[in-house]
């Protein structure tokens, strides 16, 4: 049994901030939609593994101690979750592909080392999962976490959305939170106010917006990989023809289409669309219906229902190869189709 951490409310307003979260956390233990609560290592490997990465696990502690207890609830298109080991454990995590975690320590130590560099601190520690990012982390006997984790495609689009520029490569953000910066302090009074939509179902109109405050607060306040863009001057807007071309691949994406049927369609030679896609979205606008594809794939697979396969979902969205296909998909998102589709 993990004890809750008894802080006293009237330290500081951090403690009082990890006091509430704490108690959320303990009701997340106990009422949340997915829970594995396990002392065999083998099985709490498996049950991280469906729930966040590859990794390999190794006991620091006293293996009769060992109780991993981890529970994760969905808060609108976030995910809520609460994890501790009973003991000191450590894991070396293959890269995430589909997913940012931000982790707050709520109690015990906690000790990462990614990109380089090593972070290491006590409660307030906040800390970020990246994609595509391997990351070595190692936790005190007392360690518990409360992670939120943001879905990639949604901060990606958000970040397209809010710059006007396509991202290349993944959204990769400093690992760590200063404790000392006001962006800490936001985080955690953010958290709190996502931690409290957690217990009950709240309206699509409230969680919206929290969703997109959640994914502005990092976008805009933490340090990543392409902040030189958020400082650039805004592109031109593309013309007609591109968006036109673009409104069509987007209703037409499980079609074969080619590039005249697509230039016909919006208004404009073969030529004038790849140069004003070359010009305005940094590609083609075969290479840009294939990722808006791979995109629709994924998500359909996020969503499958139990009757459908690969192959299925593959054909609707026009992928007719389904080697070309998997071998695209793997390249793209960093693991296999089948593989997304298993996760839970």
């Keep these: 049994m993990h004890d809750v951490p008894e802080l006293p409310a009237s330290a500081t307003p951090l403690l009082a901030e990890l006091d509430y979260l704490s108690q959320h956390a303990e009701q997340l233990r106990q009422a949340a939609h997915w829970r594995l609560s ?73 000790q990462i080392r990614t990109l380089g560099c090593e972070v290491e601190g006590a409660a307030g520690l906040i800390v970020i999962d990246s994609p595509e990012t391997p990351v070595t982390k190692r936790f005190s006997r007392d360690s518990w976490r409360l992670n939120l984790r943001i879905e990639r495609q949604a901060i990606e689009r958000l970040f397209e959305r809010l710059y006007e520029r396509p991202l290349r490569g993944p959204m990769q953000f400093q690992p760590a939170i200063r404790q000392d910066s006001a962006l800490h302090e936001r985080w955690l009074a953010l958290l709190r106010l996502v931690a409290s939509q957690s217990g009950a179902p709240s309206a699509p109109t409230l969680l919206g917006p929290l969703e997109e405050m959640v994914m502005l607060l990092l976008l805009t306040e933490q340090p990543h990989s392409h902040a030189a863009l958020c400082s650039a001057a805004p592109p031109l807007p593309a013309p007609r023809h591109v968006r036109r071309a673009e409104e069509y691949m987007r209703a037409h994406l499980g079609e074969a289409l080619t590039l005249a049927a697509i230039a016909e369609a919006s208004g404009t030679s073969i030529r004038s669309l790849t140069a004003g896609f070359r010009q305005f979205r940094q590609t083609t606008p075969m290479r840009w219906l294939q990722e808006q594809r791979l995109q629709a794939v994924r998500h359909h697979l996020q969503q499958a229902r139990p009757h459908e396969s690969v192959a299925s979902i593959a054909l609707h969205w026009g992928f007719a190869h389904l080697g070309r296909f998997a071998g695209d998909y793997l390249r793209r998102f960093g693991e296999a189709p089948s593989a997304t589709l298993r996760r839970p």
């Design 38 to 110: 396990t002392r065999d290592p083998e099985q709490a490997s498996s049950g991280l593994h469906q729930s966040y990465s590859p990794h390999r696990m190794h006991l620091h502690g006293d293996p009769q101690a060992f109780d991993m207890r981890l529970a994760r609830h969905p808060v609108g298109s976030l995910e809520l979750s609460s994890l501790s080991f009973g003991t000191e454990v450590e894991l070396e995590q293959a890269w995430t592909t589909d997913f940012v975690l931000v982790t707050t320590q709520l109690c015990g130590h906690s």
